[in-house]
């Protein structure tokens, strides 16, 4: 792995720039951090002293990913996973950035603690890391944490992580508060009542398997609540994780209400759906469950049209004592940082999704969403690049994650593409060889 922060040129690639719309041939000059400049035949001999040229021969250079939703055990649960093997993860995946979850212990929920994400990622990870704080503390949804204090700590957005707010007094008083603040909260929209001992997705399938199905209503009854709240504060709102056709109804009667909304799907919810549990595969137990192929399609279909905005990994490493057990007693949650990319590529392959939009969905929007500097190729933006090779084949290997667990729902998967080279802030993170 190279570490050197000497001038790249990337040179002979296919770029993909969603900022700019812009997708062609060309070179990228990264030199003292930043992008310095992209355009067609830039040269060797246009370059400054000792740069490392690589010739690309025609591989995507894009804008570092940007995850919006993934969990790091740190503080508290480093034996699920750490910033620095999360952050390993993530360079072999192409994400340059990722947005940490509060739900740590202690929680996010105070500026002392955002400081010590910070701190504690700046001095073990090798990509960019911020913190997405707590929305009430203690994520006990009862009294909503202190989100001016939080933003001006550091931390980007404000959630409860997997759990959701039921007092709608309380969400309607957070939407207010963050409103003034101009900060974004995050919600995982699922009534929990709804919920209830459901493992999987309501329907045939589950019946079959015997086990106790998860209503697509408990999460649209959530969403609409939400919805209504915010056209009653005019608060920025974003659903954590849709995962069913229900929701995509609502989010566009929202859209087209004029409402500050916005959402994200996980990467499992757009390339898997309920049949792939097959015989009780508790890697493929996730919270939003995964659902029809119907819906499935669906969610494909809003991300390319940009209704949903976001594709996240909803990385949630889990151990081996708590996901080998039967599937109705196994923890909800799969590893996902390492193989988000990958499994996105089976939409391009598909023909399901073109690379803009990919990444867009992936990188650009999730920065701009966040109000971060990253998912953009034009000249000054940081120098947070992904060189992919879209063809070469390849089958995953769980022992060949960097993730401190193995919860994979790809495991042994065919996969069809893979990052070469992950730059972050103008050094090589990860280097495929």
């Known amino acids: 792995m190279l570490t050197d922060r000497r001038p790249i040129l990337l040179a002979n690639a296919r770029v993909i720039d969603p900022s700019r719309d812009f997708d062609g041939p060309g070179d990228v000059l990264v030199a003292e951090g930043v992008i310095r400049d992209l355009k067609r035949g830039i040269g060797a001999a246009g370059v400054p002293e000792g740069t490392d040229v690589v010739n690309c021969a025609g591989r995507i250079v894009a ?16 034996h699920r996973e750490t910033f620095a093997s999360a952050s390993q993860a993530a360079a072999s995946g192409g994400i340059t950035t990722i947005i940490c979850q509060p739900g740590t212990q202690p929680v996010i929920d105070n500026s002392a603690t955002v400081d010590f994400v910070l701190r504690r990622a700046r001095d073990t990870a090798i990509v960019n890391i911020h913190p997405m704080a707590a929305l009430t503390k203690g994520l006990r949804g009862e009294e909503m944490a202190e ?23 309380v969400m309607r008083r957070a939407l207010t508060y963050a409103r003034d603040f101009d900060a974004l909260i995050v919600h995982h929209a699922e009534d929990p009542d709804l919920v209830g001992e459901g493992v999987m997705n309501e329907g045939e399938f589950a019946a079959r398997l015997g086990l106790m199905g998860i209503p697509d209503a408990a999460e649209a009854v959530m ?17 954590a994780s849709v995962s069913c056709r229900a929701s995509l109804d609502i989010l566009k009667r929202a859209r087209e209400a004029g409402l500050a909304v ?19 595969r508790t890697f493929l137990k996730l919270s939003p469950p995964l659902r029809t192929e119907d819906d499935r399609r669906a969610l494909v279909e809003a991300v390319a049209s940009g209704l949903v905005d976001v594709i996240m990994s909803d990385h949630n490493p889990q151990d081996v004592e708590v996901k080998r057990l039967p599937f109705a007693e196994a923890a909800f949650g799969a590893v996902g ?34 109000g971060l500097p990253g998912g953009s190729l034009r000249p000054g933006a940081p120098a947070d690049v992904v060189v992919i090779d879209a063809e070469v084949p390849w089958i995953l290997d769980r022992d060949d994650l960097k993730s401190l667990c193995k919860n994979t729902p790809f495991d042994e998967a ?11 802030g103008g050094r090589t993170v990860y280097e495929h060889v």
Do not use: C
């Open 414 to 424: 065919r996969f069809s593409g893979r990052v070469m080279r992950t730059i972050v």
């Open 63 to 78: 804008p570092g990913l940007v995850d919006m939703r993934a969990f790091v055990g740190e503080p508290g649960y480093g």
């Open 223 to 239: 969403l609409e609540r939400d919805i209504r709240l915010v056209a009653l504060t005019g608060g920025r709102y974003h659903a």
């Open 147 to 169: 989100i001016g204090l939080l933003k001006a700590a550091g931390a980007v957005a404000f959630s409860d992580g997997d759990k959701s707010v039921t007092n709608a007094q």
């Open 337 to 370: 940082l390492q193989t988000m990319l990958p499994a996105a590529l089976r939409l391009i392959h598909n023909g399901e999704m073109d690379w803009k939009t990919l990444i867009r969905a992936m990188s650009t929007r999730p920065a701009e969403l966040l």
């Open 262 to 280: 916005s959402a994200s799907v996980s990467i499992n919810h757009v390339t898997l759906n309920e049949n792939d549990i097959g015989p009780y």
